[in-house]
């Protein structure tokens, strides 16, 4: 299931009060806005806005995303927009933690981090860290430019 965020507007004043209300009906029929439990959210700009904009937030398997798209460009044309922008994106959850748990998991991180960056410097890998232009990171004491800081975070990504 992707998530996608699908946004249209007449800020050009291209359509009518009339038309661009009907535009709205037929992009959410083809939505299943109030039939369908996969449309999250849809929202408007502010009435006294000099612009109209929608904003849906809905599901889609991947296999009806074509298709999705292949109904949005029928409807676009019958309304004379050049085109509307859809966000594809994949969801991930991010889980409630307790704050003591996550401080110290925090710390476990930085320590982990400290340790893979004095170790790849033992192993020889040359530091680049380019201080004129970047401070140190306070987790390596490298520059986040800097190939041992990159090295780091990359071996230590499972921590995180
Ligand atoms: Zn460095």
């Known amino acids: 299931m992707k998530t996608i965020t699908l946004c249209i507007g007449n800020s050009d004043d291209k359509l009518t009060q009339k038309e661009w209300a ?11 806005c109030g039939t ?10 502010s009435p006294d806005a000099p612009w109209q904009n929608a904003c849906y937030v809905f599901g889609l398997e991947e296999i009806e995303i074509d298709y ?20 594809i994106g994949d969801v991930e959850f991010v889980k409630s933690e ?17 340790v893979a960056a004095k ?10 860290c380019d201080l004129d232009k970047w401070q ?14 990159k090295a780091a975070v990359t071996k230590c990504s499972s921590l995180r």
């Open 36 to 45: 369908n439990d996969n449309v999250q959210f849809s929202g408007f700009s």
């Open 119 to 128: 170790r790849l410097s033992e192993e020889g890998m040359a530091c680049n």
């Open 68 to 87: 999705f798209k292949d109904r949005m460009r029928i409807i676009l044309r019958s309304y004379d927009q050049d085109s509307a922008a859809i966000a």
């Open 136 to 149: 140190p990171e306070p987790t390596t004491g490298h520059s986040h430019v800097c190939r041992i800081h």
């Open 98 to 114: 307790d704050p003591t748990k996550a401080e110290a998991k925090r710390k476990e991180y930085v320590a982990h981090l400290r």
């Open 22 to 32: 009907t535009f709205i009906k037929e992009i959410e029929n083809l939505l299943g």
